[in-house]
């Protein structure tokens, strides 16, 4: 919050008022909804993410999600703010705790002067927990009891939803349109009861001698363009379809699924079909024979079961069929934090087949960039006819972003197979050429109808062992990765072209990164960075920004490994030789704060 | 399709044949082979629609051997491959190859899904009982005391009943046949092909290199005895009452439990609907109620869901 709170006494009721700062002063806030998952703080998250798309705010939302069966203790937190919103939050400056346990673990994570929200229902405050906060206890439960008129506390969600409307005056008619939207298909009792939640904390009594000041968010800059909020896994799903990926196949994991269900439900609507396999294996093996059918398709899943399908995605190499797989990061090695993030796949990803198979990996760097890093997926696959593996991550996954609607006559891809009649002349690998293959169906005049293999084959796909051949082929597979390099514009620096540090990041760290990076230039620190979107290949002229850099720091969510370099930056320093290239590492399963990069930073400059 | 008018020349072995077999003179596969010729000239199936797909082993590169639009996939995975181009592509003839480490060991488990499913395509496992490209280790169908590199001793792990295995996996028509009987293999790959679902045909194709005479006790010309299955007609006649009803899942699971060689012929044809049609059905359900919406208004109607 830039409008700064004098430090707040501990009691509930403290009725010290100060001066209140003029309504819509507020660039940005900070509030954290601490509950069970199943109390549905996600609904509030989503509406609040969508009120801020209409409203021209930015917003960026983190949750963590239990990965127990029944649930358990469950955050959402949101970040809403007037300008750019990059990072989720430090720390937050509300906090809403449903339970004493939700109290317990997170009122830490106030800044001083913060505000705790308790349901006095259930939470006994401990004053010597947070000095610093203000605390404001709410009859939650029973409120919300109390105005549906029943005896179950469902709805406590839209309760406090309504709470922080007031609080921060919110545009109240946009979110009402927006429940009704959201519940209006549930039947009328459904939206009556979530209206009369939401009005019960909408008109509840504050008061000015509780909370002794405005929260008024100030107006956003207003945008002529509509503007959708969604999460990472969402925006790659329909990423997907508008790249033309009309058929798939996938088994269950913890966080791909969503985007296999998703895919499951929509891809009929398109005349199309997603699988559920039996495992990784047949999954992979399914969205190859999809592809091989003519279809361009797509597989994904998490760590564990890329592992799994890595035999068949080296077939995809070698027989050169076009492939999307969609990799969801989470915390390793083995099932490890299944609901955490982390960045440990990088090598995978690249290495994880046997034999030499070069294939592409792209990764997405926040939710918009999901929906567009999956188009350029399908385009890229269909141009090389390779597999192409896209790195997102768990916190990606599951955030939600609001972003410009896309232009879909700009975009939109539909892509029949093509069954053309091939001429005597067909060749699926020429060696002077890209890889075309002609999909079963298609009439051979030649008489002569091809066989995809995985063995070294020749330009006809006729199997070979001819040493010659096979150091021919694996340049020809090697060769069109290096041409899609030639094509990749290197990425902007991000702040002064030269200088002492340059951070360089991958990925869903994007945001942590750019952030640290304006903090750092503002209070006239010589910090720049760089961002990777295309991790195989590289893109050129790296090696030209490094060298107007004294350190070249890479940021990324892994660990440093026996030599003390992450993933990437072990990457970068084999392509590059570049000593000053180094790491700033972690694999604590939560995102980068701003304040872990800045002092990574200090670390390195003092080493 | 117009492509049966523009390929009016009879489809024959001449045009079906590719690569000559690599297989060991004396191989039980290359009557497999020369049976699915026989098959696919009788059915005449356009040529640009025929799919054969495999996985590895000696039997599975009978996809270089047809000339017809074919895949070698990676070992046990065929039929998942060989499904999605069977889902995706109801104008084709998917057929699946492979022996018996690729269909009841390393994929033993797609088989029991495939099957399950009831996916539109026919699968022929050239059962050998033995591993004969990686030259003679012990298979799933191996017989107890088999003796094989990997079982100096003999084997001492029961085997898989591939006959039980098929019936109990939901396979909706199950076949059984002998490599040294070319007319009955090609009465059973006909009516495989014909049969709407997941039609699979386990056939006894000797290694002659590595498990010589393995199948002779079913093989007349080895002194064996062939005994066809008497399926019921269906008359009302006394002896009918006796013959093998290929609709009852226990009628097969008795077939499929007689001490080796066992009976030869339809173990099972069951009518049920494919995963083909089934799926197929929601699509069309889909379009339906969405009126047969463009991808560019079923999109743009997501995004304003998302405002």
Redesign the interface.
Known sequence: MSATASPAPKATDDSTSGELPPAGDLQNAVIRFAGNSQDGIQTIGGLLA?LA??SAREVMTYMTIPSTISGGPSIFQVHLGSGEVLSPGDESDFLIAFYQHSYDNHVSSLREGGVCIYDSDNVTPDPEANPGCQHVGVAITSTTVEALGGSRDRGKNLFVLGLITQLFKLDREKLVSLLE?QFGGKGEEVLRNAMLAFDAGFAYQLGRDVIRQSYALREGISLDT?????DGN?AML?GL??GGIR?G?GYPITPWSPIMEGLRAEL??????F?Q???E???V??????S????L?VTGSSGPGLSLKM??LS?GTMAELPLVVINVQRGGPSTGLPTSVEQSDLFQALYGSHGDSPRIVLAPKNVEDCFYTAIEACELARKYSCPVIVLTDQALATRVEAFR??N??EC?I?SP?ALETRGEEFKPYPLDGETRH???????TG?????????EHDEWGH?SGSPEMHQRMNARRRDKLKRLADEIPAPNVFGEESGDVLLVGWGSTWGPIREATKRAQASGDSVSCVHLRHLNPLPGGLEDIFARFSHVLVVEMNDEGLYGFGQLTSLLRARYCDPKIRSICKTDGLTFKIREILDGIELHRHA | MS?TA??PQKLTKK?LS?DHPTWCPGCGDFAVLASFFKVLEKLQIP?????T?AGIGCSSRF??FV????????H??AL??????S???P??HVFAFGGDGDGYSIGG??L??AARKNINLTYVVMDNFVYGLTKKQTSPTSPTGFKSKTDPAGSIDQPINPMRKLVSNGASFVARSHASQVKHMMEMFERAILHPGFSVVEVLSECVIFYPGAFDSGNPRKGGEFAEIDEKKWDNSSEDETRHDTTSVEAAFRLASEPFPGKFGVYLEVDRPTKNQL?QK??DS??E??KN?S??D???K??A???
């Open positions: 969508k798309g209409r939207r509509d503007r959708i909020a969604t969402t329909y379809i508008v058929h196949a009929p609507k398109y005349g199309g079909l699988v396999a039996e495992d294996l047949a999954a093996a399914m969205a190859l024979g999809f091989y059918a003519g279809h398709s035999e068949a077939y609607e896309p879909l006559d939109l539909e197979p002609a999909p079963p169906g298609t009439r051979m008489g002569k109808y091809p066989v995809v293999t995985g063995l199997p | 492509a523009e390929s045009e590719a040529h640009e629609k025929i799919c797909i996809p270089y000339n017809g639009h074919g895949v070698h996939f990676i046990g995975r998942p491959f060989a499904s999605a181009v889902l995706s592509r104008d084709l488990n797609h029991d899904h799926e929601w699509i889909s379009r109620k969405t919406a991808a560019k079923l999109l743009s997501r995004f869901m998302m405002k």
